[in-house]
Each structure stands twice: as C-alpha cells, then as structure tokens.
C-alpha cells in the first residue's frame, strides 16, 4: 500500500494548550483524508476529513490542514482536555483506490493535568 | 442505537486451532472491512466486502477467511495456517462507494470495539 505516516510517535502536552499532529504522505493521487482517533482498547472514530480541492477544514475544536504541495496533513487540537488523551491517525485514499483507505501508524497524544 | 459489534472482546487461540471473529452492523451499509493493528503499526486491510456474497482479500488476507452470507454479517476466520496471529482485530463499514459517488460523498469508516486475539 502506499505510505501514510507520522512525523512523531508520541506528543504531550499541556491541558489547555493547543496540540498539533502532523501525516505525510507518498501518493499524489491520495485525494481524500480522515482523521482517527482511537482511545486505549476502543475502536477508532472519526473525527475529521478533508478533501485535496480544500486546504483547510474546521470542526469543534479541531482544525485540519493539507499542503498537497509537500503532502502533508495536521491536525490541530485548540485547547486540549485530559479526555483529548488517545492516539491519533489519518488515513488517505484516492480516486485510484476509493474503497480502501490507508492508514498511518498514528501518534499518540498525552495531555498532562 | 445503530452500530457495529465484535465479539468477543478477547479470544485465545491454542496452536493449530481455527477461531472466528463476529463482526455485526445495523448501520444498513453495504461495505464491511476487517483490519488487523499490531502496536506500532498502521491498520492493515485484511479482507473488504462491497456486497453480500461477494468480497475481495485485501494486503494481508493470507491465512484468514471471511464470508458475506448476510448484510449485517461479516465474520473473520483465523486459520492455523495465519502464523502470527496475535493482534487486535478491528471490523468496520461503510456506505458503499462508486466511481460516481466518490467524489459527492464524505464517507467515514464505523469501527467496531475490536477483538485483541492472542495465541497461548
């Protein structure tokens, strides 16, 4: 499959501060892009996706990026809470492959009291 | 409350022995996926069905076996012939996607609690 990974295997930060993780990716056929998050011993849920004709998609709290210049997607978490504690993981696909996502390693994130 | 359900939760497999992970949805969607994650490691696809009766392996279908018999149902065989199968198996679905529909639709996977299998 082709290559969805992250930058930094684990990210702590503050509660309250913003966190930001980051994916990269090798297709630039990859048009479509989710982010996951997935709590300990849980399946992953959706939090967020964005389409390559954007560059900038804002949910409740989170904000997601894509630079398809440098294939590069963020993921940006405004105000973290101790709940916000989980690993992190977008997944891409394309028109080439549309019924299949791939999926990076992820990152988890740690949000100290 | 619509949902995907796996069961069970925890499964432990003696050496040479087939086990069968459940994978239920009454989400009415078309598209079922079994992902395998080892720790470290992205989701890996596993098998996908678009339609009852019929599905596809996907990058690392080599000793697990799947059947459609049922929207609803997608379970997951893991043969003895799977030889690392410890890992923490994740189902999901989704609508079904076309050509055409693909770029009209936001489509998300609903996964499921997922099974962590282990071998003893």
């Known amino acids: 499959g082709e290559s969805v990974g992250l930058h930094l295997p684990t990210l702590s930060v503050q509660e309250g501060d913003n966190s930001i993780i980051n994916c990269a990716y090798s297709?630039?056929?990859?048009?479509?892009f989710i982010w996951y998050k997935q709590e300990s011993g849980k399946g992953p849920q959706f939090i967020i996706d964005?389409?390559?004709?954007?560059d900038k998609r804002q949910g409740q709290r989170v904000t997601v990026l894509l630079n398809k210049t440098v294939k590069h997607l963020s993921l940006q978490i405004a105000a973290t809470q101790p709940g916000d504690s989980a690993v992190y993981f977008c997944?891409?696909?394309?028109?080439?492959?549309?019924?299949?996502?791939?999926f990076g390693s992820g990152t988890k994130l740690n949000v100290k009291p | 409350d619509g949902g995907i359900t796996q069961s069970p939760k925890y499964l432990f497999r003696k050496e040479g022995q087939n086990v069968t992970l459940s994978c239920e949805q009454n989400l009415n969607h078309d598209a079922m996926y079994w992902y395998r994650q080892d720790p470290g490691q992205g989701l890996r696809l596993i098998y996908y069905s678009q339609i009852v009766n019929d599905f596809q392996k996907g990058d690392i279908a080599e000793g697990y076996s799947v059947s459609r018999e049922k929207k609803e149902s997608f379970p997951l065989t893991v043969t003895s012939a799977q030889k690392n199968p410890t890992a923490f198996y994740l189902c999901?679905?989704?609508?079904?996607?076309?050509?055409?529909?693909?770029?009209?639709?936001?489509?998300?996977?609903?996964f499921g609690s997922g099974t962590r299998l282990t071998v003893v």
């Open positions: 297709n630039s056929a990859s048009d479509y």
């Open positions: 999901a679905s989704s609508i079904k996607i076309s050509r055409d529909t693909y770029v009209r639709l936001n489509y998300g996977y609903t």
């Open positions: 964005i389409r390559s004709n954007m």
């Open positions: 997944a891409e696909t394309g028109r080439y492959n549309f019924n299949k996502f791939y």
